[in-house]
């Protein structure tokens, strides 16, 4: 993409209403704009996040088994009248009439949709395991819209859920998306700990959440240094805990750090097949209820919980697996045309070979692209000076180290290539 074509409206100031370091740069850095209180608009560098953190969940999901598929966002009061949750969820439920005087809401999660689904499509056990799963916008009337995106009232979820005809396939579906979610929060380039957790709205018998480990995050994680042993603060096993306290599973010391939630998974047993009776024939003919099992991330939160945990004084320092793009072109002299015919080559060979680069062909002053380099936070930078050019060479600055080399003109695409495979 060329920069002088491209929206990426960046600022120079944090702007006032922004509260967390995600916030400030997510807006400093021309990812997103507000719209009204906890909704926002993605711009085209967000999007291109979201699109790539969207396929990697894609290919961790298919290889659970699970089928993509696609719910309405608008959901009728009589299904989420058989499962009690019309009453029960409260205002964060975001409720409204067609013209005909009809109640709907608009939907936060979507159990009571895909049970009524299955409930009408699964007729035998050998129908089963199902797992079925989506990528959709979700709606929460959230008393307090805060942190940019990391809490909204609009906010793009992948939810998925599974459908057993016994506990034991239902703890296997349960343990499958467990470790896909290890797999995807890994590939993202997360650093963070699933930890035991409340099943609040949802309900079920077990659930772990998947914290960023960030000293901005809203949640205090106790966890062992030794076991793979977590959980929030308020559901540890020995009541009040401190740092340094004995594990309870291994009595190895405790840490105790803060955390942003990107994933929850939950065992749903029979709650909603019972409530809404999704039945199915077992191999005797008898009819059972089906064991569920509901698996949620926030995919538009990652982006913030990943700046959360990669950034400095200068901007983002992004993951290279979830980067707009991988490789940002800065020429310097950009009223020489031997740079910037160079910049365009580089450029050129660079998009034959697939990798996404961003080229700044804007005219503006060095100090200005450089800046605005750091900010965007590409992984790295290809600095291009009429001096360094002359003997043949470019720079190439790595943006999480700020480890800055020359290297010769004919270097750079076998460089890069090595650079951001993966």
Known sequence: MRYSQALIPTLRDDPAEAEVISHKLMLRAGLIRKLSAGIYCYLPLALRSLRKIEKIVREEMGKTGAQELLLPALQPKELWEET????????????????HDRDFCLGPTHEEVITDLVRKEVRSYRQLPMTLYQIQTKFRDEIRPRFGI??????????????????????????????????????????????????????????????????????????????????????????????????????????????????HVFLLGTKYSKEMKALFLNEKGEERFCEMGCYGIGVSRIIAAAIEQNYDEKGIVWPIQIAPYRV???????????????????????????????????????????????????????????????????????????????????????????????
């Open 150 to 263: 990391m809490r909204g009232r609009e906010f793009i979820m992948k939810d998925a859920y599974s459908f057993d005809a016994d506990v034991e396939g239902a703890t296997l579906n349960y343990q499958k998306m467990y470790d896909a979610y290890y797999a995807i929060f890994s590939r993202v380039g997360l650093r963070f700990r699933a930890v035991e957790a409340d099943n609040g709205m949802i309900g079920g018998s077990t659930s772990h959440e998947f914290m960023v480990l960030t000293a901005t995050g809203e949640e205090a994680i106790v966890s062992c240094t030794a076991c793979l042993y977590a959980a929030n603060i308020e559901k540890t096993e020995v009541g009040h805990q401190a740092v340094g306290d004995p594990c309870p599973r291994c009595a190895k010391p405790l840490t105790i750090d803060r955390g942003i939630e990107v994933g």
């Open 84 to 99: 009690g949750r019309w009453q029960k969820y409260g205002k964060e439920l975001i409720r409204l009439q067609d013209r």
């Open 328 to 422: 940002h072109i800065v020429p310097v002299q950009d009223q020489s045309e031997k740079v910037m015919t160079a910049a365009r080559q580089i450029y050129g060979a660079l998009v034959e070979k697939g990798i996404d680069v961003l080229l700044d062909d804007r005219v503006e002053r060095p100090g200005v692209k450089f800046r605005d380099a750091d900010l965007l936070g590409m992984p790295f930078q290809v600095v291009i000076g009429e001096k360094n050019l002359t003997e043949g060479s470019i720079e190439l600055k790595e943006r999480r180290s700020g480890l800055t080399r020359r290297i010769s003109v004919e270097e750079v695409l076998p460089e890069l290539l090595r650079l951001t495979a993966s």
